[in-house]
């Protein structure tokens, strides 16, 4: 039963930086593909950013050039590097993983993190 657990949220000026973390019970490397989605009161869901077992990387284009998703495979954990940020940027961040299991895929979820930027 894979658990995923963000953290690193919090209140931030704009302009400022934050970097959440999303620890995983069990090994990443098992996870096809990983990212953040975010979701802002009043809006859907929006998918962030992503990043594959090989490393390959892609942000949706409102966040290109100022975050940054990475992973340290020994510390089970994939961070978001939030740069310059802006009120438009004030959501719940939530880690996603995905991987097969017996031919099927399954997807996992993080309880979420609020960030806020705000003056």
């Known amino acids: 039963q894979v658990q995923l657990v963000e953290s690193g949220g919090g209140l931030v000026q704009p302009g400022g930086a934050l970097r959440l973390s999303c620890v995983a019970s069990?090994?990443?490397?098992?996870?096809?593909?990983m990212g953040w989605y975010r979701q802002a009161p009043g809006k859907e869901r929006e998918l962030v950013a992503t990043?594959?077992?090989?490393?390959?990387?892609k942000y949706v284009d409102s966040v290109k050039g100022r975050f940054a998703i990475s992973k340290d495979n020994a510390k089970n954990t994939v961070y978001l590097q939030m740069n310059s940020l802006d009120a438009e940027d004030t959501a719940v961040y939530y880690c996603?993983?995905?991987?097969?299991?017996?031919?099927?895929?399954?997807?996992?979820w993080g309880q979420g993190t609020q960030v806020t930027v705000s003056s």
């Open positions: 069990g090994s990443i490397s098992q996870f096809v593909i």
């Open positions: 996603n993983a995905g991987r097969i299991i017996e031919q099927d895929w399954t997807n996992y």
């Open positions: 990043i594959t077992t090989g490393g390959n990387t």
